[in-house]
């Protein structure tokens, strides 16, 4: 059984490597560098994050603040419907909290950053208290942490 589901995760791999990249259809040509990233900042400077680019994919990131650069690791991709949603749920809660830096010693962050158009936004929340403003984007953050591809053994 796991055989079998594995070479149909390998066909499947295979097919869609195939396509060429397109950005999803809510991405405006002049934001293809947009990068947004979702993850836990612990007070040790230990950052554990994601990421995911406009081509959808999601990469994995731990960064240590010791002058290394941080270990990296592509997890997958993720679909152009579920990008779009998230990404129009997330443009509507910036426009409604504005901001957010209410930090603990362990820290959940959503951050958006358009280098070609000079934005960025990063909200940043202690997860252990529920209050407006971090209320939204912890629902959003539970979001993006489901919409990561799950590897099966």
Request: glycine fraction near 4%; charge should be positive; charged fraction near 25%.
């Amino acid at each position: 059984m796991k055989y079998q589901i594995l070479t149909l995760l390998s066909i499947i791999l295979l097919i869609t490597s195939c396509k060429t990249v397109e950005s999803p259809n809510c991405i405006k040509n002049n934001s293809k560098e947009m990068v947004i990233s979702w993850g836990e900042v612990q007070k040790s400077n230990l950052r554990t994050y994601y990421t995911v680019n406009t081509n959808l994919e999601i990469y994995l990131y731990v960064q240590r603040d010791n002058g290394n650069p941080p270990t990296v690791a592509k997890i997958g991709k993720m679909t152009s419907e579920n990008y779009c949603k998230l990404f129009i749920e997330l443009k509507k809660i910036i426009i409604q909290v504005q901001a957010l830096n209410s930090p603990g010693d362990v820290s959940n962050f959503i951050e958006i950053n358009d280098p070609k158009n000079n934005m960025s936004f990063k909200a940043l929340w202690n997860p252990e208290f529920t209050n407006k403003g971090n209320k939204e984007f912890k629902e959003l953050f539970s979001k993006y942490q489901e919409a990561i591809p799950v590897k099966k053994k």
